[in-house]
């Protein structure tokens, strides 16, 4: 177990703090007071693309050190940081936009960070995930991000069925050039009437969404070339049978869960059994291949 008091300094432990910054998606007025006074604060600045978050930095007059850190960033690097860190440096970590960690790197530099028991502060801000979800009329009591829409006719089908089978509402983030794909695979596993949501340049001045049927909105597709950031919304639930995972051995189902709802292998393989109406220990057995 640890323990973090993110704002009470052990006398034993003065190290520095690894601060989470989100940026703006698009509207530089949705920084907050706290993220600008941090950019300007911290001792070194990590960012995904420094050409992009120059331009931030410049805004709001912030001279700050800053160096990348991308998907590419080794543990070398990593090891760095953790030593300035231990050494009572302060690092912000930021994005080109959002939130960091959300379809982001950074993850590997979190996990070391805390494995060197230094604490890791997080900043609220923009998403655009969530900034979509509130104001698209779908249901925002319980919903799933499973990040960018897949490629893959199979996994399309795949999350598309479990979405069916799940009452809550399913956000992605989107291409403009594949949005009317995508749309073409809900209507073909979920129905023409499914309701879904295309919210695109959010917080921008071409902010726009699109809200209505599976059908209505390949209709307009299919005349109108969309552009910009997009998130996909759908409904979530509706399909009565379980015969969609006939196609899928228990091992292909709890692994489907397991990877599209981040759940641990006990947990996916109960849900399984409830869902195909089997005993936990078969689907056990299947799982572990016994």
Not at 126 to 151: D, K, M, Q, V
Request: charged fraction near 25%; glycine fraction near 6%.
């Amino acid at each position: 177990m640890q323990k973090q008091r993110s704002f009470q300094q052990d006398a034993l432990h003065e190290f520095g703090k690894l601060y989470l910054i989100p940026t703006p998606i698009g509207n530089l007025e949705d920084m907050t007071y706290r993220a600008v006074r941090l950019l300007g604060e911290v001792d070194l600045l990590l960012a995904e693309d420094t050409r992009h978050t120059i331009k931030l930095l410049n805004h709001f007059g912030i001279n700050t050190k800053m160096q990348s850190f991308h998907e590419h960033s080794n543990l070398h690097e990593i090891d760095n940081y953790i030593e300035k860190l231990q050494q009572g440096q302060s690092i912000g970590l930021v994005s080109d936009a959002g939130m960091p960690l959300i379809n982001d790197p950074g993850h590997p530099l979190v996990t070391r960070v805390l494995d060197a028991d230094i604490p890791v502060v997080s900043l609220p801000g923009a998403n655009a995930a969530l900034t979509a979800l509130i104001a698209s009329g779908l249901s925002a009591e319980r919903f799933t991000y499973y990040g960018f829409f897949p490629r893959d006719k199979k996994e399309q089908q795949n999350i598309l069925e479990l979405i069916g089978n799940h009452d809550e509402t399913a956000l992605f983030y989107e291409s403009p050039y594949r949005i009317k794909q995508a749309i073409q695979a809900v209507i073909k596993h979920l129905g023409q009437e499914r309701e879904v949501v295309i919210a695109r340049e959010l917080t921008k001045s071409y902010e726009e969404y699109l809200r209505g049927q599976a059908l209505e909105l390949l209709t307009y597709l299919e005349e109108n070339q969309l552009k910009g950031e997009i998130v996909l919304l759908i409904e979530g639930g509706g399909l009565k049978t379980l015969a969609n995972f006939d196609h899928l051995t228990y091992k292909q189902h709890v692994e489907l869960l397991m990877s599209s709802q981040g759940l641990i292998p006990k947990e996916a393989i109960k849900q399984v059994a409830k869902l195909r109406s089997v005993k936990k220990q078969e689907v056990y057995n299947a799982f572990h291949e016994l």
